[in-house]
């Protein structure tokens, strides 16, 4: 068994429900539509309608979301937070083909393992997907959607590619050029699966030279684990930390991250939200209060890594 590192002190998550139908445990998550439904917002009243400007009544849903979640930020005490991320998985690609294909034992057992699908691409398919996203922004940001003031986005192509095509050419702050922050800790489960293991950081500036490296970016992938891979535990715990990480340093209350299907599973497990798929492509935003607490980091167990398949 493995644990975190402890600290200090450390925040605390849950998800705020009454703001998007996917947090409403009646959505069906098989049948949901984030491009025709404004990404799930909940048409609804808020208390803090009444302190805007005298336009209120013309003003968006969007607008009035915005403004009663800058409210709450600056109503709340100094270790109180809200956040909105806005959680995008990645356009089709080679990979998810194959797995269909394939059928997942098989998958697991040994397509998953050729050099064929080293940092997976996306196919003409997860381009349209991604289209989607951009052409669904595109038509919220006329309606008032707040413009996410970060973009984070994992280090894998299929997801470098996706937030690209998605965000470039919308017109707004942080998008001419679009410049997001590549996150090392916010990719795939990690091991075993070629398709997981990422491309040099010389490459990845190649391709996308406007895009921002964290700090630490190692030249090569040196999470990657050819025989091993990582637990669901593991996972959560790494994304537990991705999160300690951005409440601590990011003060900004808007936020896009571009990532994988077990990546939001782990993120909306950590941030306390119910279980819900995403298509490939798809996007679920989430409003997260944060709590900082006093004291260490609960320790967390999780599962070893474990071998490949026989």
Not at 86 to 96: Q, S
Not at 134 to 160: D, M
Not at 185 to 197: A, S
Request: with cysteine.
């Amino acid at each position: 068994m493995a644990s975190s590192t402890p600290s200090k002190s450390h925040w605390r998550f849950s998800t705020v429900p009454g703001f998007f139908y996917q947090s409403e445990p009646s959505t069906n998550a098989s049948t949901f539509d984030y491009a025709s439904s404004n990404f799930g917002l909940i048409p609804r009243s808020y208390p803090t309608d009444t302190t805007t400007t005298p336009e209120t009544k013309t003003k968006s849903p969007w607008e009035r979301f915005a403004h009663h979640i800058r409210s709450l930020n600056d109503t709340s005490d100094e270790n109180t937070c809200y956040k909105v991320l806005f959680l995008g998985r990645h356009g089709e690609g080679y990979h998810n083909v194959a797995e269909r294909e394939y059928g997942t034992v098989e998958w697991d057992k040994h397509y998953s393992l050729l050099p064929t699908y080293t940092d997976a691409r996306l196919t003409e398919t997860g381009r349209s997907q991604a289209r989607t996203a951009h052409s669904t922004w595109a038509t919220q940001l006329k309606k008032g959607i707040p413009v996410p003031e970060s973009f984070y986005v994992s280090p894998l192509n299929r997801c470098l590619e996706t937030a690209y095509i998605t965000f470039s050419g919308l017109g707004v702050q942080g998008t001419e050029p679009f410049r997001p922050v590549v996150k090392e800790l916010l990719r795939e489960t990690i091991g075993q699966h070629t398709c997981d293991g990422r491309s040099s950081k010389s490459a990845i500036m190649a391709e996308y030279p406007f895009y921002r490296i964290e700090a630490g970016f190692t030249e090569t992938d040196e999470m990657y684990d050819p025989v091993l891979r990582e637990s669901n535990s593991a996972r959560d715990k790494r994304f537990r930390d991705l999160m300690q990480d951005i409440f601590t340093n990011d003060e900004v209350v808007f936020l896009s991250l571009t990532a994988h299907s077990g990546a939001i599973t782990s993120l909306l497990n950590v941030l306390g939200h119910r279980r819900f798929e995403l298509e490939t492509g798809g996007v679920i935003p989430v409003l997260v209060r944060g709590e900082r607490v006093e004291g260490e980091l609960p320790v967390m167990e999780v599962e070893m890594w474990f071998g490949v398949p026989n």
